[in-house]
């Protein structure tokens, strides 16, 4: 098997596009951006629930969802509402 001889110039432009990719999540995530519509994995991931309490949380009407196919959609706007509807706030 031949072996392949990686230079500095090689590490270098590895370590640039790296940098320009750590960059643009870092820019993607400070500003908000994030995507209209998550999966059911997606928001179990971003809430730390179980299978179990997602479709509890659906079937009780207080997460409004899009089945298309086998495939059940969020948007995030609706899990913000969510979240803001069972905020406690101890300030008082």
Known sequence: ????IITTD?????KLELFEELK???REH??????????SSEVRKLLDIS??????IRING???YTKI???VFYDWEDVQRLMEKYKIDNSD
């Open 10 to 14: 090689d590490l270098m432009n590895f």
């Open 30 to 39: 400070s500003t908000g951006i994030h995507k209209k519509y998550l999966k």
């Open 51 to 56: 299978w179990g309490t997602l479709q509890n």
């Open 62 to 64: 207080n997460l409004p």
């Open 24 to 26: 643009k999540l870092l």
């Open 69 to 71: 196919g086998g495939t």
């Open 1 to 4: 098997m031949p072996k392949e």
